[in-house]
T-cell receptor
Framework: NAGVTQTPKFQVLKTGQSMTLQCAQD?????MSWYRQDPGMGLRLIHY???????DQGEVPNGYNVSRSTTEDFPLRLLSAAPSQTSVYFC????????????FGPGTRLTVT | GENVEQHPSTLSVQEGDSAVIKCTYS??????FPWYKQELGKGPQLIID?????GEKKDQRIAVTLNKTAKHFSLHITETQPEDSAVYFC??????????FGAGTTVTVRA
């Protein structure tokens, strides 16, 4: 199993541009989530999904959209990139949300200039 | 929602010494406390967790202790080795399906 995969690994955007960060998992996990990691702030939840067709907001959802059309994929869309969205983004999945153990992808480092 | 505070933010130890990281949480109903390790350029990985019905859990050189009365839990690494150098995050449940993470501790093991 590849686990949780993320693409791209690095990305540079100009302010106002849009893009989609891809996330896929091959473990048949129902629960998937997106976090951003900033220095001194730990991991903050952006959006999450408890199954195909179901998404909800986390702590910092503004400026981001998600969809979950399949169990495997959970893309994160930046609608109009801003410098404040410069961060490292992690996708995670879990087989049982109530167990709370999450499997993280390798991350995408995004810079917005 | 749950608020998790983690200390210290950085920790430098001599190889072979012990390292201790402490976290406090705010929601007395929280019942699950994981610790994640993040190596450079990688995503966090679960290394140990504890549920509120036990006070201590060990796995080789790492252990986690929980004090429900004081609402804090700690990660203990004994006989530290260079491969223990990483960023460590504690977390606690934040309602259904979600975790709140601490700000992280960068551990450096000096040879």
């Amino acid at each position: 199993n590849a686990g949780v995969t993320q693409t791209p690994k690095f990305q540079v955007l100009k302010t106002g541009q849009s893009m989609t960060l891809q996330c896929a998992q091959d473990m048949n996990h129902e629960y998937m989530s997106w976090y951003r990691q900033d220095p001194g702030m730990g991991l903050r939840l952006i959006h999450y999904s408890v199954g195909a067709g179901i998404t909800d907001q986390g702590e910092v959802p503004n400026g981001y959209n998600v969809s979950r059309s399949t169990t495997e994929d959970f893309p994160l869309r930046l609608l109009s990139a801003a410098p404040s969205q410069t961060s490292v983004y992690f996708c995670a999945s879990s087989s049982d949300p109530e167990s709370y153990e999450q499997y993280f992808g390798p991350g995408t480092r995004l810079t917005v200039t | 929602g749950e608020n998790v505070e983690q200390h210290p933010s950085t920790l430098s130890v001599q190889e072979g010494d012990s390292a201790v990281i402490k976290c406090t949480y705010s929601d007395s109903a929280s019942n699950y406390f994981p610790w994640y390790k993040q190596e450079l350029g990688k995503g966090p990985q679960l290394i140990i967790d504890i549920r509120s019905n036990v006070g201590e859990k060990k796995d080789q050189r790492i252990a986690v202790t929980l004090n429900k009365t004081a609402k804090h839990f700690s990660l203990h690494i004994t006989e530290t080795q260079p491969e223990d150098s990483a960023v460590y995050f504690c977390a606690a449940p934040r309602g259904d399906y979600k975790l709140s993470f601490g700000a992280g501790t960068t551990v450096t093991v000096r040879a």
